[in-house]
C-alpha cells in the first residue's frame, strides 16, 4: 500500500484567512490523488481529484476559486482554503490511488476550524 | 450515477459476537471493486477488506468475510469474534474504473458491548 500524511493535523484560523493543507504521499509516486470532506458524524464527500501536472477537476457543487488545489509533484498535493468562514470548517481527508489493486489508501485528515 | 446503500445508521454487538452490517449498491457495470472502510475515532479511513465484482468467491480477512451478492447487488460485512476495537464508523464503498472515484455510503456505526 501507500503511506500518506497530512499536515497540519488540525488548524485553526480567522474568518477570511486562507489555509493551505499539504498531502504527502510518502512512498509512492501518485499521479492522482482524492480531497475529500467530512462533516461530522457523515459520509466521506468527493470535492476533486488532483492530478499531477494538470488542473484538478472538481466534484459538482465546489466552488474551485475558493478550494485550490495544486499537485506539482507525484507526492505533494496541497488544498488551500481562501477566504475561509465558519462554514468551511470541517474534516479534510485526501487519498492516493495506486492503480495496482484499484485501492485508496488515505491521510489522516486536517481538521480545520474557522472562527 | 452509482449509489451506495447502507440501511443501518448504527448496530451494537456483545463482545465475542458476531455481526453482520449491511451494504447495497446500485450499477449498471459488470466490473467494479467494493471496498469496506473502517473509520475508528482517530478518523484514520482502514481498509477492511475488498472484492472483486468477478470473483465469485466472497473475500475473507482473518475475522472480517464478505456475503457479495452480485445479482442482488448486496455487499454485506460479517465480523466473527467481535472486539472492543472494532468499535467503529464502518463505510462501504464502491469503485468503478471508468473515472476511479470512490463512492461511499453513508456508514454504519458499530458499537462494542463489553
Known amino acids: 500500500g501507500a503511506v500518506v500524511s497530512q499536515h497540519p493535523s488540525w488548524v485553526i484560523c480567522k474568518s477570511g484567512t486562507s489555509v493551505k493543507i499539504e498531502c504527502r504521499s510518502l512512498d509512492f509516486q501518485a499521479t492522482t490523488m482524492f480531497w475529500y470532506r467530512q462533516f461530522p458524524k457523515q459520509s466521506l464527500m468527493l470535492m476533486a481529484t488532483s492530478n499531477e501536472g494538470s488542473k484538478a477537476t472538481y466534484e459538482q457543487g465546489v466552488e474551485k476559486d475558493k478550494f485550490l488545489i495544486n499537485h506539482a509533484s507525484l507526492t505533494l498535493s496541497t488544498l488551500t482554503v481562501t477566504s475561509a468562514h465558519p462554514e468551511d470548517s470541517s474534516f479534510y481527508i485526501c487519498s492516493v490511488w495506486t492503480g495496482v489493486t484499484n485501492e485508496q489508501f488515505f491521510g489522516p485528515g486536517t481538521r480545520l476550524t474557522v472562527l | ?114
Open chain 2, 1 to 114: 450515477a452509482q449509489t451506495v446503500t447502507q440501511s443501518q445508521p448504527e448496530m451494537s454487538v456483545q463482545e465475542a459476537e458476531t455481526v453482520t452490517l449491511s451494504c447495497t449498491y446500485d450499477t449498471s457495470e459488470s466490473d467494479y471493486y467494493l471496498f469496506w472502510y473502517k473509520q475508528p475515532p482517530s478518523r484514520q479511513m482502514i481498509l477492511v477488506i475488498r472484492q472483486e465484482a468477478y470473483k465469485q468467491q466472497n473475500a475473507t480477512e482473518n475475522r472480517f468475510s464478505v456475503n457479495f451478492q452480485k445479482a442482488a447487488k448486496s455487499f454485506s460485512l460479517k465480523i466473527s469474534d467481535s472486539q472492543l476495537g472494532d468499535a467503529a464508523m464502518y463505510f462501504c464503498a464502491y469503485w468503478q474504473g471508468s473515472n476511479y472515484k470512490l463512492t461511499f455510503g453513508k456508514g454504519t456505526l458499530l458499537t462494542v458491548n463489553p
